[in-house]
Protein backbone atom coordinates (compact mmCIF):
# COMPACT_ATOMS: atom_id res chain seq x y z
CA UNK A 1 0.00 0.00 0.00
CA UNK A 2 2.71 2.36 0.78
CA UNK A 3 4.54 1.55 -2.52
CA UNK A 4 1.47 2.73 -4.44
CA UNK A 5 0.62 5.70 -2.48
CA UNK A 6 4.36 6.38 -3.37
CA UNK A 7 3.39 6.32 -7.02
CA UNK A 8 0.31 8.38 -6.99
CA UNK A 9 2.18 10.81 -5.28
CA UNK A 10 4.57 11.05 -8.30
CA UNK A 11 1.81 10.74 -11.00
CA UNK A 12 0.16 13.72 -8.96
CA UNK A 13 2.88 16.24 -8.81
CA UNK A 14 3.26 15.25 -12.89
CA UNK A 15 -0.50 15.84 -13.40
CA UNK A 16 -0.21 19.52 -11.52
CA UNK A 17 2.92 20.33 -14.11
CA UNK A 18 0.83 19.02 -16.92
CA UNK A 19 -2.34 21.37 -15.38
CA UNK A 20 -0.47 24.21 -14.53
CA UNK A 21 -2.26 27.73 -14.73
CA UNK A 22 -0.67 31.34 -15.79
CA UNK A 23 -1.67 34.14 -13.91
CA UNK A 24 -4.97 34.69 -15.38
CA UNK A 25 -6.05 31.33 -14.51
CA UNK A 26 -5.24 29.92 -18.43
CA UNK A 27 -4.11 26.57 -19.10
CA UNK A 28 -1.08 26.49 -21.81
CA UNK A 29 -2.33 25.62 -25.39
CA UNK A 30 -3.05 22.34 -26.62
CA UNK A 31 0.13 20.59 -27.36
CA UNK A 32 -1.12 18.19 -29.90
CA UNK A 33 -4.06 18.74 -31.73
CA UNK A 34 -7.40 16.63 -31.33
CA UNK A 35 -8.31 14.67 -34.08
CA UNK A 36 -10.65 16.09 -36.17
CA UNK A 37 -13.51 13.18 -35.85
CA UNK A 38 -13.57 14.10 -31.98
CA UNK A 39 -16.12 15.96 -33.10
CA UNK A 40 -18.86 13.45 -33.98
CA UNK A 41 -20.61 14.52 -37.75
CA UNK A 42 -24.63 14.15 -38.63
CA UNK A 43 -25.06 11.27 -41.26
CA UNK A 44 -25.54 11.57 -44.12
CA UNK A 45 -23.91 15.27 -45.20
CA UNK A 46 -21.11 14.71 -42.10
CA UNK A 47 -22.10 18.01 -40.74
CA UNK A 48 -20.28 18.57 -37.81
CA UNK A 49 -21.90 18.56 -34.33
CA UNK A 50 -22.14 22.40 -33.11
CA UNK A 51 -20.04 21.74 -29.42
CA UNK A 52 -20.33 25.76 -28.28
CA UNK A 53 -22.68 26.70 -25.80
CA UNK A 54 -25.72 28.55 -27.08
CA UNK A 55 -25.51 32.14 -27.18
CA UNK A 56 -28.82 32.74 -25.85
CA UNK A 57 -30.37 31.00 -22.84
CA UNK A 58 -27.85 28.94 -19.88
CA UNK A 59 -26.79 25.50 -19.90
CA UNK A 60 -26.96 23.35 -16.53
CA UNK A 61 -24.00 22.61 -14.84
CA UNK A 62 -22.41 19.47 -14.27
CA UNK A 63 -18.57 18.27 -12.75
CA UNK A 64 -17.24 14.98 -13.40
CA UNK A 65 -13.75 13.47 -12.27
CA UNK A 66 -11.13 12.34 -14.77
CA UNK A 67 -9.83 9.61 -11.81
CA UNK A 68 -6.50 8.07 -12.08
CA UNK A 69 -5.29 4.78 -10.57
CA UNK A 70 -1.87 4.37 -10.33
CA UNK A 71 -1.19 0.31 -10.86
CA UNK A 72 -0.90 -1.77 -8.12
CA UNK A 73 3.32 -1.72 -6.54
CA UNK A 74 4.30 0.11 -9.19
CA UNK A 75 6.46 3.10 -8.69
CA UNK A 76 8.33 2.53 -5.35
CA UNK A 77 9.09 -1.40 -6.30
CA UNK A 78 12.63 -1.79 -6.20
CA UNK A 79 15.02 -2.82 -9.28
CA UNK A 80 17.02 -6.20 -8.64
CA UNK A 81 16.36 -5.81 -5.30
CA UNK A 82 18.15 -2.46 -5.17
CA UNK A 83 17.83 1.04 -3.83
CA UNK A 84 16.65 2.45 -7.28
CA UNK A 85 13.04 3.00 -7.76
CA UNK A 86 10.85 2.17 -11.38
CA UNK A 87 9.28 5.17 -12.54
CA UNK A 88 5.15 5.25 -13.41
CA UNK A 89 3.88 6.98 -16.25
CA UNK A 90 0.63 8.70 -16.13
CA UNK A 91 -0.26 6.86 -19.11
CA UNK A 92 -0.07 3.10 -16.97
CA UNK A 93 -2.45 4.51 -14.83
CA UNK A 94 -6.01 3.64 -15.09
CA UNK A 95 -8.94 5.86 -15.56
CA UNK A 96 -11.73 5.09 -14.08
CA UNK A 97 -15.17 5.27 -16.21
CA UNK A 98 -18.46 4.29 -15.91
CA UNK A 99 -21.24 2.50 -17.98
CA UNK A 100 -24.37 4.51 -17.28
CA UNK A 101 -27.60 2.76 -16.56
CA UNK A 102 -29.92 2.66 -19.32
CA UNK A 103 -32.51 5.35 -20.13
CA UNK A 104 -31.75 9.20 -20.60
CA UNK A 105 -30.05 10.80 -23.03
CA UNK A 106 -26.68 9.23 -22.45
CA UNK A 107 -27.91 5.89 -21.31
CA UNK A 108 -25.37 2.57 -22.06
CA UNK A 109 -22.30 5.35 -22.45
CA UNK A 110 -19.21 5.31 -20.96
CA UNK A 111 -18.34 8.50 -19.46
CA UNK A 112 -16.31 9.96 -16.30
CA UNK A 113 -18.31 9.79 -13.27
CA UNK A 114 -20.22 13.01 -12.21
CA UNK A 115 -23.40 15.15 -12.45
CA UNK A 116 -25.92 17.75 -12.08
CA UNK A 117 -23.99 20.92 -9.65
CA UNK A 118 -26.31 21.42 -7.02
CA UNK A 119 -26.75 25.30 -5.27
CA UNK A 120 -23.79 26.56 -3.59
CA UNK A 121 -21.73 23.40 -4.73
CA UNK A 122 -18.44 24.06 -6.20
CA UNK A 123 -17.30 21.84 -9.24
CA UNK A 124 -14.69 20.32 -7.11
CA UNK A 125 -17.23 19.62 -4.32
CA UNK A 126 -20.26 18.05 -7.17
CA UNK A 127 -17.30 15.60 -8.64
CA UNK A 128 -16.43 14.26 -4.90
CA UNK A 129 -20.39 14.13 -3.70
CA UNK A 130 -20.83 12.21 -7.64
CA UNK A 131 -18.20 9.94 -6.61
CA UNK A 132 -19.87 8.92 -3.79
CA UNK A 133 -23.42 8.84 -4.86
CA UNK A 134 -22.59 7.01 -7.93
CA UNK A 135 -19.52 4.58 -6.86
CA UNK A 136 -20.04 4.18 -2.78
CA UNK A 137 -16.01 5.99 -3.31
CA UNK A 138 -15.44 8.40 0.02
CA UNK A 139 -13.33 10.73 -1.75
CA UNK A 140 -12.83 12.65 1.75
CA UNK A 141 -11.70 9.48 3.19
CA UNK A 142 -8.37 10.21 5.01
CA UNK A 143 -6.92 7.20 4.05
CA UNK A 144 -8.77 5.86 0.84
CA UNK A 145 -9.46 9.18 -0.09
CA UNK A 146 -8.27 10.79 -3.49
CA UNK A 147 -5.71 13.78 -4.55
CA UNK A 148 -7.19 16.53 -6.56
CA UNK A 149 -4.14 17.67 -8.74
CA UNK A 150 -6.10 20.41 -11.29
CA UNK A 151 -8.93 20.97 -13.52
CA UNK A 152 -9.51 21.11 -17.64
CA UNK A 153 -11.54 23.89 -18.63
CA UNK A 154 -15.20 23.54 -19.20
CA UNK A 155 -17.09 21.89 -22.22
CA UNK A 156 -20.33 21.62 -23.56
CA UNK A 157 -22.58 19.19 -24.35
CA UNK A 158 -25.18 20.01 -26.86
CA UNK A 159 -27.76 16.86 -26.87
CA UNK A 160 -28.07 17.65 -22.90
CA UNK A 161 -27.54 21.35 -22.69
CA UNK A 162 -24.75 20.41 -20.37
CA UNK A 163 -21.74 22.58 -19.56
CA UNK A 164 -19.02 20.23 -17.56
CA UNK A 165 -16.65 20.89 -15.41
CA UNK A 166 -13.82 18.63 -15.06
CA UNK A 167 -11.84 18.01 -11.83
CA UNK A 168 -8.55 15.45 -12.81
CA UNK A 169 -7.19 13.71 -9.57
CA UNK A 170 -5.37 10.81 -8.54
CA UNK A 171 -6.50 8.00 -6.04
CA UNK A 172 -3.77 7.16 -3.90
CA UNK A 173 -4.81 3.38 -2.97
CA UNK A 174 -6.93 0.85 -4.53
CA UNK A 175 -10.85 2.37 -4.57
CA UNK A 176 -13.49 0.10 -2.82
CA UNK A 177 -16.38 0.70 -5.34
CA UNK A 178 -19.97 0.11 -4.78
CA UNK A 179 -21.90 1.39 -7.85
CA UNK A 180 -25.57 2.40 -7.38
CA UNK A 181 -27.12 0.32 -9.83
CA UNK A 182 -29.97 2.71 -10.55
CA UNK A 183 -27.24 4.76 -12.05
CA UNK A 184 -24.08 2.93 -13.34
CA UNK A 185 -24.54 -0.11 -15.01
CA UNK A 186 -20.66 -1.16 -14.55
CA UNK A 187 -17.02 0.57 -14.17
CA UNK A 188 -14.28 -0.22 -16.31
CA UNK A 189 -10.60 0.90 -16.21
CA UNK A 190 -9.07 1.96 -19.69
CA UNK A 191 -5.21 2.86 -19.56
CA UNK A 192 -4.65 7.06 -19.89
CA UNK A 193 -2.31 6.07 -22.43
CA UNK A 194 -5.31 4.69 -24.74
CA UNK A 195 -6.39 8.46 -25.44
CA UNK A 196 -2.80 9.76 -26.39
CA UNK A 197 -4.08 12.28 -29.09
CA UNK A 198 -0.75 11.27 -31.19
CA UNK A 199 -2.55 8.10 -32.16
CA UNK A 200 -5.24 7.60 -35.02
CA UNK A 201 -8.75 7.64 -34.29
CA UNK A 202 -11.09 5.13 -36.25
CA UNK A 203 -14.64 5.84 -37.14
CA UNK A 204 -17.98 4.35 -35.98
CA UNK A 205 -21.59 4.90 -37.12
CA UNK A 206 -23.90 5.06 -34.57
CA UNK A 207 -27.01 7.85 -33.49
CA UNK A 208 -28.03 9.63 -30.46
CA UNK A 209 -31.47 10.44 -29.61
CA UNK A 210 -32.67 9.09 -32.93
CA UNK A 211 -29.91 11.33 -34.66
CA UNK A 212 -27.53 9.19 -37.21
CA UNK A 213 -24.09 9.99 -36.50
CA UNK A 214 -20.67 9.35 -37.28
CA UNK A 215 -18.00 10.21 -34.80
CA UNK A 216 -13.84 8.57 -33.72
CA UNK A 217 -14.14 6.40 -31.07
CA UNK A 218 -11.75 4.39 -29.08
CA UNK A 219 -12.06 0.68 -27.94
CA UNK A 220 -11.01 -0.16 -24.18
CA UNK A 221 -11.41 -3.27 -22.31
CA UNK A 222 -14.34 -5.32 -22.58
CA UNK A 223 -15.13 -3.75 -26.63
CA UNK A 224 -16.77 -1.19 -25.25
CA UNK A 225 -16.49 2.58 -27.02
CA UNK A 226 -15.45 5.83 -25.33
CA UNK A 227 -16.49 8.44 -27.51
CA UNK A 228 -18.11 12.02 -27.84
CA UNK A 229 -17.23 14.37 -24.66
CA UNK A 230 -15.76 11.96 -22.73
CA UNK A 231 -12.79 10.56 -25.41
CA UNK A 232 -12.35 14.71 -26.00
CA UNK A 233 -11.49 15.46 -22.36
CA UNK A 234 -9.15 12.30 -22.18
CA UNK A 235 -7.69 13.13 -25.36
CA UNK A 236 -6.72 16.52 -23.79
CA UNK A 237 -5.84 15.60 -20.70
CA UNK A 238 -3.52 12.57 -22.10
CA UNK A 239 -1.83 15.46 -25.16
CA UNK A 240 -0.94 17.63 -21.58
CA UNK A 241 0.48 14.79 -19.83
CA UNK A 242 2.70 14.04 -23.03
CA UNK A 243 4.09 17.48 -23.18
CA UNK A 244 5.11 17.75 -19.93
CA UNK A 245 6.75 14.05 -19.98
CA UNK A 246 8.93 15.61 -23.14
CA UNK A 247 10.69 18.23 -21.25
Known amino acids: MERQEQAAQR ?11 DAAGALAPLPFPLQPNLTPRRLPG ?30 ACSVNGGGESVEVHPFDCQVLLIKRAQGGTHGGQLA ?26 DADDPQHGIIVVGSLDPAY ?16 STPQLHPDPTEVAGVVG ?21 VPLRYGAFVVPGELRVWGLTA ?16
Open 11 to 21: IAERLRRALAR
Open 46 to 75: LEPVDLNPPIEGTPRIAAVTALLVPPVALG
Open 112 to 137: LPGGKMEPGETPQQTAIRELHEELGF
Open 157 to 172: IPASNFLIHVVVAVAP
Open 190 to 210: AELGIFDPRLPVHDVDGEQNG
Open 232 to 247: RLLCELAGRVAEESAH
